[in-house]
């Protein structure tokens, strides 16, 4: 047992079924979990989707899995060697088409997402995950901004971080916006911490975080270094800090928020992601302007 992996596994089969359940799953479905763990999920989603991909970083659970799965089911791949050294990743992964399971033996987060969507021909995908904590919010993060991001999540969380996540409007944080610019998230049920083993400190939360299907075209460096500035002190007034921030004189900054139908008295977690867009989209067009301002001089 890994602790510094986050590895609290979820004992409660009950719980399994009701996560995977919720996750509507059909034959025609490919899912991605990441961190199988000992396969409580796994062998439950192999049973209702049509293939499962798993990541895994900890090769004592890989010789854990191979042991639970048939082998005419499950395909084990170890891109960072082990395999055979002579043969590509691809090479690896082709040919594992007709098993049902793939387990790759590596981290998620240095993993090249795109590609191995790709070679597995999973481009439309939905993600069922117990995730470990110490990792979530980089995790979400990958998994909305990657190339070929999943239709839908179904996750469990840190029952706070879900919580955070689908904040309701009004108390948002960056976490809410990063996941509500791309998605609708919300919770389905909480877990409490004795369904684990070792038992965390913490509850735990499911959430469903579900793909918007128009997302706006914008610079999201742009747009999350504004949000930052906007979050920098908590209880001050958007107009404070972003002038603090942006070094921008408070009536300026106070006919800019104007523009972009925000009162200069509002606070970050008052702002929706409709409010943070327009006024990107302010800040945007009056460098703009002024850069015209200046080569014209
Ligand atoms: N799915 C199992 C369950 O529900 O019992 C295990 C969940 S446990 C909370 C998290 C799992 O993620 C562990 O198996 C851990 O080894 C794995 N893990 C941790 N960090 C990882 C990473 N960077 N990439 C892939 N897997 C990781």
Redo the contacts with the bound molecule.
């Keep these: 047992m890994?602790a510094s992996?986050?590895?609290?596994?979820?004992t409660n089969k009950h719980i399994?079924e009701k996560i995977v359940e919720s996750a509507n799953l059909s034959s025609s479905d490919n899912v991605l979990?990441?961190?199988?763990?000992?396969?409580?999920?796994?062998e439950l989603l192999a049973q209702k989707a049509g293939r499962v991909l798993a990541?895994?970083?900890?090769s004592e659970?890989i010789k854990t899995l191979k042991k639970k799965f048939k082998e005419r089911d499950l395909h084990v791949c170890h891109p960072r060697g082990n395999g055979d050294p002579e043969k590509s990743l691809d090479s690896r992964l082709r040919g594992n088409d007709k098993k049902r399971i793939t387990i790759i033996n590596?981290?998620?987060?240095k993993t090249n997402l795109p590609k191995l969507l790709k070679e597995n021909n999973f481009k439309n995908y939905k993600i069922v995950?117990?995730?470990?904590?110490?990792?979530t919010s980089k995790i979400i993060r990958l998994l909305l901004e990657t190339r070929y991001p999943p239709a839908e999540m179904v996750l469990?969380v840190q029952k706070e971080v879900g919580e955070r996540i689908c904040a309701p409007s009004g108390k948002e944080s960056i976490l809410s916006i990063s996941v509500k610019l791309y998605a609708e998230p919300e919770i389905i049920f909480f877990v409490p911490r004795e369904n684990?083993d070792p038992i965390p400190e913490v509850d735990s939360a499911v959430i469903r975080i579900k793909r918007k299907e128009n997302i706006p075209d914008m610079d999201t460096k742009k747009l999350f270094s504004l949000v930052k500035a906007g979050f920098s002190s908590k209880r001050k007034m958007i107009t404070n800090n972003l002038s603090t921030s942006f070094n921008i004189p408070k009536n300026e900054l106070a006919e800019i928020l104007k523009k972009a139908g925000i009162k200069p008295t509002q606070r970050a977690q008052e702002l929706s992601v409709d409010d943070w867009l327009r006024l990107c989209d302010v800040l945007a067009k009056l460098k703009t302007q002024s850069a015209k301002r200046k080569t014209k001089t």
């Excluded at 979990?33 to 796994?42: A, H, S």
């Excluded at 990541?55 to 900890?58: L, R, Y």
Aim: proline share 6%.
């Design positions: 890994r992996l986050g590895q609290n596994f979820l399994a979990e990441i961190g199988p763990g000992k396969g409580i999920l796994t990541v895994e970083i900890d659970l590596a981290d998620i987060l995950a117990n995730l470990p904590y110490y990792i469990m684990f």
